[in-house]
């Protein structure tokens, strides 16, 4: 064949073979060979769409339809403090809603890929639907739950609005009745439905989303160059990848609005019951997406451009035709049979399996980012209307940044992936010390425990609802006003001044919020260091998946991505999250309680220690990360694999009768 390769012109094709790899463009294709490369469903394939048959559309779309997926995600990071205030979770808990779709992928992973075929584009469509479809559970959630009025403030009519008086601060609660109910937030949880719709969703988002994660990468190989198809993941991950911080933005501006879309009679945005409307996170771009599936559905199974992509592969002796063949012409029954082979196959695979605990212990280390917005929150005392904005432009541009990086470096040179992975290996290590840019959080202070004392002993206190003051003279933060003490305030409904008359404090005022300053100069600073790590981790994400591509022969590409996936989640993004929640949750020092003893969400956190935990593991997870590669780079074989195709027999025929001739 390679002696020969000037010489090719046509490969006759049926049902998912490539039809010609050379020769003149302008050469006539014969009908079958149109009706395949060409884009529409089923018999409808009008000629207007060719103008969008090219690589450069294909992406544009694909990468298009992943940022409204993205989003989503972006925005379950941000409202962790809002579903474990409304649904009373802790960190465990909204831990297994973040590892849900881990938990469906990691075997999807395993079984689907090997189902694709030649068949990618429809896998990645249906793939993108149901995903769509997943995120309508969490969505529906909303119009179920009968979320809190404000009742911690209650005025008195009078002819004069500026006579207010807060009741219910130190005192019986003004309707008796209530204090025997149980709190809606508690309510809200105990109800199970909610934490399983949630939950189910994630579910089946994680099957939806492997077709898109395997095949999606493999489809792009296929329409590429060599140099183009760093280009062209690049720019896909960018503009899926960036669905993230913009999240993180426009999640923020969804957090200034009611959940509702109404605003109830006597509710401000600074009341502590006040909910934002986090479910427009998922509802809006969820429908984007929807409708672009569809497109993505136009195009066809193997665009004309695979053609000249193709006999670039084979001149290079990444592949052959046969093995190509063999890819593409399998039955179902053949699938399946030589699924065990073909896993066999790639576990001895040494470099390959380095490779892939290199990466499960990367993502077990980047599972932080799940409780990034909390953490920012905690320890820089941000809103939660802040910290999306603050952390989508910081670390969401920074993450943007180093994969535009990442895509240069790849382009500017045709690297061997053994060299790609040296690289990779180096940027890994340069990264470590700016984990630490964490530890320069605001100086902690001292938050007395919520215990009924002499002074409040004549008071209704309760954990339900976390309202700290500040008693400015001894920088003393108390769990709420109640448990300070207070009888009176200045100040209107929306905006404290000061709780004044308030028995546990020495000078008798506190102030809203907890102690402390902003310490805005040691935020701007750790974030900068922390974004310095975004940028160099992820400089190395586009040669990391350009490794994956060539580490493995050309037809084992789409299976090596699934193995991937199903050990990157059933070791590393599925776990993570309940090790950070469990670290998170053993430093708590304030939990909420009810009347009847059921322990909710955490309210305050021994933050000095947790950082401190949070940094020794995340450190400790990167070093042996690298090892790891290194030894995938001393495996890594001198010349790029391939298989020759096995006997597809008889069986064959059950599903095509393809051929390439020369």
Known sequence: ITNNLSQI???????????????????????????????????????????????????????????????????????????????????????????????????????????????????????????VIAFMFPTSTTLLVEYPQPKNLTFIDTDSPDRMKMMSICGEDPDSAENDQESEYGYAMRNHKYFQLFFFGYLLQGLGATPPLTAGVTYLDEIYSQKKFAVALASLTVFSFIGYPFAMVIGSVFLGWYVTLSMPEGMMQDSKEFVGAWWLGFFIPSVAAFFLSFLVLLYPQQMPAAKAVLKEKIEKGITTISEKNSELNQSLLQVTRRMFPTFKRLLRNRALDFLIIGDVLFYLQSGINSFGPKIYEKIFRLKQTEVGKILGFFHGGGFVLGVILGGLLVRKKDWHPKKLLFIYLILSLVSIPFILGVLLHCPTTETKPPVSEECNSDCTCTTELYDPVCDTSTQTTYFSPCFSGCHDFQGNMSSVQQYTNCSCVAGGIVVPGECGDSCEGRMWLSLVITTTHTVIKFAGFIANNVIY???????????????????????????????????????????????????????????????????????????????????????????IPTMEAPDLGADNKMESSAEVTL
């Open 549 to 639: 591509q060539r580490v493995v022969a050309e037809s084992d590409r789409t299976v090596a991505q699934g193995l991937r996936q199903f050990a990157r989640k059933a070791l590393g993004t599925l776990p993570a999250p309940l090790l950070y929640g469990l670290i998170i949750d053993q430093h708590c020092n304030i939990w909420r309680k009810y009347k009847d003893g059921t322990v909710g969400n955490c309210w305050v956190y021994d933050l000095e220690t947790m950082i401190r935990w949070l940094c020794v593991v995340q450190v400790a997870l990167r070093l042996l990360s690298c090892g790891f590669y290194f030894l995938c780079w001393i495996a890594y074989p001198d010349k």
């Open 9 to 131: 012109s046509t490969v006759t094709m049926k049902k998912g073979e490539y039809n010609k790899v050379g020769g003149d463009e302008s050469e006539k294709i014969n009908e079958e060979d149109r009706r395949i490369s060409q884009m529409g469903y089923f018999g409808w394939r009008p000629r207007f769409l060719e103008r969008f048959n090219t690589p450069a559309m294909f992406t544009a779309l694909f990468s298009l339809s992943n940022f409204f997926l993205m989003i989503p995600y972006g925005i379950l990071v941000l409202i962790i403090p809002t579903l474990e205030t409304v649904f009373n979770l802790n960190s465990k808990q909204t831990g297994l809603i973040l590892i849900a779709n881990d938990i469906s992928g990691m075997v999807a992973a395993v079984i689907m890929p090997n189902y694709c075929g030649a068949k990618k584009i429809r896998w990645i469509g249906l793939g993108m639907i149901v995903v």
